[in-house]
């Protein structure tokens, strides 16, 4: 992929329409759950992640089923998605207390479609 095009995936609302495509895709999310948009709607726990992430270049979206809390959190990998030629993301879930339930290098291979990347 050419080198500006690969910066453009990085800029936040980019790497935030990435992230929201892979939800989608890859989020197993059911009817009942409904986006939270704001660092204050979150556990603290996961504010404190929200804001790391933020912090260090990367972008977040939280769901929740008024049961339950998730937090993604993932950055766009510019080396990855130049080798690979499509747009690559680390992305990490996250449970309400923080812990990490699922962590993995992915691959947007079609629009909303998204594969798990081999080590």
Not at 2 to 7: A, D, G, I, S, V
Not at 11 to 34: D, K, Q, T, V, W
Not at 70 to 90: H, K, Q, T
Not at 92 to 117: K, L
Request: proline share 3%.
């Amino acid at each position: 992929m050419q080198t500006m095009k690969l910066r453009s995936i990085q800029a936040p609302g980019h790497a935030a329409e990435l992230l929201e495509s892979f939800i989608r895709s890859e989020g197993h999310l059911n009817y009942e759950s409904r986006e939270l948009r704001y660092e204050r709607e979150l556990t603290p726990t996961l504010e404190k992640v929200a804001q790391r992430w933020l912090d260090d270049g990367g972008v977040w979206r939280a769901w929740t089923n008024d049961r339950e809390m998730w937090l993604w959190a993932s950055e766009v990998s510019l080396a990855l998605s130049r080798e690979r030629g499509m747009p690559v993301m680390e992305v990490r879930r996250y449970d309400e207390y923080g812990n990490v339930e699922d962590s993995g290098t992915w691959v947007r291979v079609r629009s909303d479609e998204w594969q798990r990347c081999d080590g």
